[in-house]
C-alpha cells in the first residue's frame, strides 16, 4: 500500500518534469536555456519514472532490465547533450572563433 | 463508441495522403523520399492494425498448451521483413539522388528538367 | 487506458508527417522522421507487434536517420520553395482520402476476433509451431520456417539494393585522394568518443542475443542484423571513416552480404539433398523437430549476416563519398 502511493507519487512527479522540460524547450528563449530544460527529461523525468514503475515490479527480472534501461539513459542522456552544445558552440556566427579542445 | 474503432484505419488513410502529397506535390527529390518512406510506414500501419486481436497478446506462446488469445503473426510476418526491404530501396534511391545533384547541381525536379533541356 | 494512449501516439504521429512535408529545411524533416519512426514502433508495440516494433526502432530510428543524414551531407538541406499553389494534388489527394475513408465503414473494427484476416491460415500457424518447430515465436517460426521462400526472396532484394548503392556510388571516392585530409570523427571529443565505445560492445551484444533468442522471444535475423550494423557504423561514426572501412573492408562486407544470402539457399538446398522439399529443414536431424530448429538458426544466420552486410556497406558508399562543390 505505502510502496503502491510512492510508486504513483514517483511516476506523477516524473510525468510533471517531463511535462515541465517539454515547456521549457518550447517557451525559453535560446538554445542553450533549452537545452537546459530538455536535461530536465533526461535526469529527473527518467529517473522518478523508471523509479516508479520500478517499485511497482518489485524484486524480478523486469527490474533488472528497468535498471538497465536506466543506466543507459543516463549514459547516453548528458552525451547527446554535450554534443548537442558543442555543435551549437561550434556552428555559431558571432562570438569568439571557437577552437578545438 | 463503435466507429472509434476505425480510428486505426482513418489515421492510416490520411498518412498515405500526406505522403503521396509530399511524393506528387514537392519538387525536392529528398522531400519525395521521405514521403514515400511515410507512405510506406501507413501501409505498416495497415497490416498491423488489421492483425490486432481484442485482449490478445503479441504471438509468443510462453505455455504450450494452455488456450490463450494471441494477435494474428501473419502481417508480422509480411511487415518485418517489409521494414528491411523499404530501407534498402530508400538506400538506393538516396544513392541515386546523390548522383544526380553530383551530375545536375540541384536536386530539385523543375531545375532539372530545365538543365536536361539545356544539354 | 491503452486503446486512449493508443489514440494520442496515432494523433501525434499525424501531427509529426504533417510537419515533415512542411517543413523546407530537409534536417529538420529527417530528425522528424526519426521521431515519427519511434512513434510507429511504440503503435507497433500496442498492436501487440513486439518483433515489428523492434524492427521499426532499430531501422526506422536507428540506421534510416543515418542513411539520410549522411546524404544530405553530400546534397545540402535546403528546400528551394515552390511558387505556385498545388491545387490539382490537393484535389487528387482529397478525392482518394474521401474514397478510403468511405471505405473503411465496410471494415471489420479494430481487433475484432471474427475478422476475416485471423479465420485462414494464421490459426494454423498459431497451433501448429510449438508442435511441429518446438518454438515460442510464432513469428519467427513463420519467416524462417513455414514462410522461408519469402524470406528468400526479401533477403534477394535487399542484396540486390546493396549491391546498387554500392555500384552507384562506386567512382570518386574520397577517401583515396592524397590531397585530402581523413576524416577523423569523433576523435577530438573526448566525452562522446569514450561514452560510445563503451557503448559499441553492450550495442553488439544485444544484437547477437537477439539473433540466438529469437525463437524464444522476440527477435531474429533482420532485427538483430540492424542492432548490429548500428554498432559498427557507431564505431566509424566516433573513430572516422578510415578507421571503420579499416575494420570492416569493403570487399568484407560485400562478401559478408552474398554469404548471408547464398548460406539461406545453401540451407535450402540442404534440404532438397536430404530428401526433403526446398526449405523443408527436417531432415537435418533424426528428430524433424531439432532439424527444424537447426534449419532456422542457420536460416536466420544468413538473413542477418546479409542485413548486416549491406546497411555497413551502404553507410559506407556514403560516407566515402567526396562532396560535390
Redesign the interface.
Known amino acids: 500500500m505505502i510502496i503502491d502511493a510512492l510508486s504513483f507519487a514517483m511516476l506523477a512527479l516524473g510525468g510533471f518534469f517531463v511535462f515541465m522540460g517539454g515547456l521549457g524547450a518550447l517557451r525559453l528563449p535560446d538554445l542553450y536555456t533549452r537545452m537546459h530544460a530538455a536535461s530536465l527529461t533526461d535526469s529527473l523525468g527518467t529517473l522518478l519514472t523508471l523509479g516508479g514503475i520500478m517499485l511497482q515490479s518489485g524484486w524480478s527480472l523486469a527490474t533488472v532490465k528497468l535498471l538497465t534501461i536506466l543506466f543507459f539513459l543516463l549514459m547516453t542522456g548528458p552525451t547527446a547533450t554535450y554534443a548537442l552544445a558543442n555543435a551549437a558552440l561550434f556552428s555559431r556566427d558571432d562570438g569568439p572563433p571557437a577552437t578545438a579542445p | 463508441m463503435k466507429v472509434l474503432g476505425l480510428y486505426n484505419y482513418w489515421v492510416f488513410t490520411v498518412l498515405l495522403m500526406i505522403g503521396l502529397y509530399a511524393i506528387i506535390a514537392r519538387g525536392n527529390l529528398v522531400k519525395k523520399l521521405l514521403g514515400l518512406s511515410i507512405f510506406q510506414s501507413a501501409v505498416f500501419l495497415l497490416y498491423i492494425s488489421m492483425a490486432k486481436v481484442e485482449g490478445g497478446t503479441a504471438p509468443i506462446i510462453q505455455h504450450a498448451g494452455e488456450p490463450q488469445l494471441f494477435s494474428n503473426p501473419l502481417p508480422h510476418v509480411l511487415i518485418l521483413t517489409a521494414i528491411v526491404v523499404g530501407i534498402s530501396t530508400i538506400a538506393l534511391g538516396l544513392a541515386i539522388v546523390v548522383r544526380i545533384r553530383e551530375e545536375f547541381g540541384t536536386i530539385e525536379e523543375d531545375e532539372i528538367q530545365a538543365r536536361d533541356r539545356d544539354r | 487506458m491503452v486503446t486512449a494512449f ?2 494520442v501516439l ?2 501525434l ?2 501531427v509529426t ?2 510537419a ?2 512542411v517543413t523546407p529545411n ?1 534536417f529538420v ?2 530528425m522528424l ?1 526519426s521521431i ?2 519511434l512513434l ?1 514502433a511504440a ?2 508495440f500496442l ?6 516494433a523492434l ?2 526502432a532499430a ?2 530510428a536507428g ?2 536517420t543515418i ?2 543524414l549522411g ?2 551531407a ?3 538541406e535546403h ?2 520553395r ?1 511558387r505556385r499553389r ?1 491545387w490539382l ?2 484535389a ?2 482529397g478525392l ?2 474521401f474514397t ?2 468511405y471505405a ?2 465496410d ?1 471489420p ?5 471474427a ?1 476475416p ?2 479465420q485462414h ?2 490459426p494454423w ?2 497451433e501448429q ?2 508442435e511441429l518447430m518446438g518454438m ?4 519467427t517460426a ?2 524462417a520456417g513455414f ?1 522461408a521462400y ?2 528468400l526472396g ?1 533477403v534477394l ?2 542484396l540486390t ?2 549491391f ?2 554500392l555500384l ?2 562506386a567512382e ?1 571516392r574520397a577517401g583515396g585522394r592524397p590531397d585530402r585530409p581523413p576524416a577523423v570523427g569523433l576523435r ?5 568518443r569514450v ?2 565505445q ?2 559499441i560492445p ?1 550495442i553488439v551484444l544485444f544484437g547477437l542475443y537477439l539473433q540466438f533468442h529469437g525463437e ?3 527477435g ?1 535475423g ?1 532485427q538483430a ?2 542492432i548490429i550494423a548500428v554498432g559498427i557504423v557507431l564505431h566509424a561514426l566516433l573513430e572516422g571513416e578510415a578507421a571503420g572501412r579499416a575494420i570492416l573492408p569493403t570487399r568484407v562486407l560485400t562478401g559478408l552480404m552474398a554469404g548471408g544470402a547464398f548460406l539461406f539457399a545453401a540451407v535450402g538446398i540442404a534440404g532438397m539433398l536430404l530428401g526433403g522439399e526446398f526449405l523443408d529443414y527436417s531432415g537435418f536431424s533424426a528428430d524433424p523437430v531439432a532439424g527444424q530448429q537447426l534449419g532456422v538458426h542457420l536460416v536466420e544466420a544468413g538473413v542477418g549476416i546479409t ?1 548486416t552486410g ?2 555497413v556497406a ?1 553507410f559506407h ?2 560516407a566515402d ?1 567526396e562532396r ?1 562543390a
Request: proline content about 6%; glycine content about 10%.
Open positions: 493508443g489514440f496515432l494523433t504521429l499525424l508527417a504533417v515533415i512535408v530537409l524533416a529527417v522522421t515519427f519512426s510507429m503503435t507497433f498492436l501487440d507487434a513486439a518483433d515489428v524492427t521499426e531501422i526506422g540506421m534510416s542513411l539520410f546524404a544530405l553530400l546534397i545540402g528546400e528551394a515552390r498545388p494534388p490537393l487528387v489527394i482518394t482520402a478510403l475513408i473503411t465503414f471494415k473494427r479494430l481487433g475484432d476476433p475478422a484476416v485471423h491460415v494464421a500457424y498459431l509451431t510449438p515460442s515465436n510464432v513469428v513463420v519467416l514462410r519469402d524470406t526479401e532484394v535487399i539494393a546493396g546498387g548503392v552507384i556510388l570518386r577530438h571529443h573526448l566525452i562522446p561514452v560510445g563503451l557503448l553492450f524464444f522471444g522476440p531474429g533482420f542484423g540492424a542485413v549491406t546497411l551502404a558508399a556514403f563519398r560535390p
